[in-house]
Each structure stands twice: as C-alpha cells, then as structure tokens.
C-alpha cells in the first residue's frame, strides 16, 4: 500500500501520479466479498433494532472500502478529498434536516 | 492533434508550450488537466449522491411510517439473487480497478481483457434484476393498475414466501402501502440499473478505443474517471442491497 510507484516512461516532465498496486485491489476485493458474505449471513440473526444498524455499518465500511481504495481518494489529492467530505457533509445536513422536520411534526399521526 | 490546429490558426507561438497531444491548452501541465478532470468528475458524483440521497431519504421516512408493509413486502425479494447480484457488481468494480492499472501501466492486452469482463459482468447483473423484474411482474407487484395487494392481505396465497415468513395477514389499509414499498423499490433499482446501462454502453465504446491503443500511451484520465462512476453505481448497490432485501428478514 506504500509503494508509490510512477509511470514507467517519463517524458517530457510527465506528472506524477499515482498507481496501486493490484494486489490492494485483490485484498480489496476480498474484504467486499467477505463484508457482503457477513451482512447476509448477519441479517439471518434476530437482533431486533441492530439488525439495520449492522447492515448499514457493514455498508458504511464496504463504501469507505471503495472509496478509498478503488476510487483512490486515499492517495489523491486534497481538494478531492475535501470534495468529497463537503459532499458528504451537504448530504448528512439535508437528511438530518429533513429527519428533524417528520420527526418534530407529524410522527405517529400520520 | 490540438497542437496543429493550433499552430495553423496562427496562434501566438510565445504562448505555445512544449507538451503531449493530450495535454489541452489551457492547461499548464497535463497534472493540472488531470486534476481538474478529477475534480470536475467528483462533483458530478457529488450530484449523483444528492440525487439518490433523496429516494434513499424516502425510503427511510414511509418505512417508518409505514413499518409492516414495508416488512411484509421487502419479504417478497429474493436474498439469493440479491447476494448473487452484490457479488457480480463488487467483482465488476474489482475488473475495472483492474482495468485502471492495466491503463496506467500501459498493458494494453490486459485493459481490453478487464473492460470486456467489466462489460460481460454489468450485462450479468442486469440479466439477474430482470429475472427479478419479472416475477414481480408474475405475481403483480410492479405498482400501477394491475397492483395487486392479494398477497398482503392473504399471506398464504403465496405459499413460497409463506413457508419462509409465516407473514400475518394485514389489514387491507396498511397492505395497500405495499405499493410504496415497490415503486420505491422499482424508483431505486431502476434508477440504479439506468446507470449501469449508460455505463455499459461507455464501456462498449472504450472497448473498441482501448483496441485501438487510445489509453495505453500515457493518458489514463477518461479510463479514471469512468472508474469512479463504475464504483459509484457500486457503492449505491451497496446501500441498496441491505435496505431493499435484509434489513426486515426478522420483523
């Protein structure tokens, strides 16, 4: 995951870039195939109100996984990643908003 | 390419950088294009997250209010398939990362070989979600006017799902709410399977440009950044997946 490896040929000032590793992408590959296996063999167990809360962890890990990794946020550069978190900020902000909104007015008289 | 035009429009040589074909000229280094390739990339997935920010919304919202028809209907999806399905995209994701490295190292043979399995996987996938599409058409699940709720109100004409749920039979105002679980359903699958279409379809036409050896010579960007959208509509299946087929096995 350190190798930080560049374009084999270089020409004329050719930008840095980084490339991972293929086997990143197969220890990847098998923790996603691994969390799909536990997320499934998880909702066959009763845990009443945890049951989509694990699921929803288990998903949660297998997208930063993605993200990470297959999309390369982990080695790109700062503006991507802060990108991406206001992203995520803007979207959490409007669920929470639009939660807040159903649960303070009309929950359970519906 | 843009060079020639350039230089044959006249353009001011004083301005006129040394640089690859690929590198566009109002750029000051092919790093800056990438970038801001990159950049403009995430903002559109940013959109995308917003778009189906607001059906994963809804779902969250009439699930509460509407609790066992969401549960009773979400029994009707089939976790085999759904699992079959989440392992098929996750390996597509996996061949197309693949396909990235193969870019960037200039392995042209192996580019080729990853996009078409990319493409074989994604067809694969949708193959599944209409054997899925058609039994909810079978059993009139599909919302609309030939909606039924028959198998709400009377669990046990359906013996299969029975067998596996025991579902109590519903009131016929709470069943009717069933329909809202399936268009979401069809909103949020259908949706998904759009973007694995239209990807399908620019993965064809890198098929024939990567043959061609368009993303072998050094610039990976349009290979990158259709990564990214690839890995998107994987990463909504995700999410999907647990709340359309799991999370209600037990309720």
Known sequence: MNEITHQPAAEHGEHEHHVTPPIVYMVIFGCLLAFTALTVGASYIEMGVFNPIVALAIGVIKATLVVLFFMGVKYSTKLTKLTLGAGLFTFLALIGMTLADYISRAWGRW | MSDSTAIA????????HEHPSYQRHHFESVEQQADA??????????????????????????????YPAFVAASHQLNIFWGTANT?????????MAMGVWCAETRRKSGLVLCLVLTFVLGLIFLGIKTIEYSEKIEKHHVPGFHYSVKNFTDPASDPETYKEY?????PLDMARHTELYFFLYFAMTGMHALHMIIGIAILGFMIFRARAGAYTGGHVTFVENFGLYWHFVDII?????????LISRHQ
């Open chain 2, 9 to 16: 429009n006249g353009a001011p040589e004083a301005q006129h």
């Open chain 2, 37 to 66: 390739t990159n950049f403009a990339m995430w903002l559109f997935l940013l959109t995308e997250i917003m778009f189906f920010g607001g059906l994963f919304t809804a779902y969250l919202i009439y699930r509460n209010w509407y």
């Open chain 2, 87 to 95: 392992g098929v995209l996750i390996s597509s994701s996996f061949t």
């Open chain 2, 166 to 170: 025991k579902d109590k039979p519903m």
């Open chain 2, 237 to 245: 299946w995700i999410f999907l997946f647990p709340l359309l087929y």
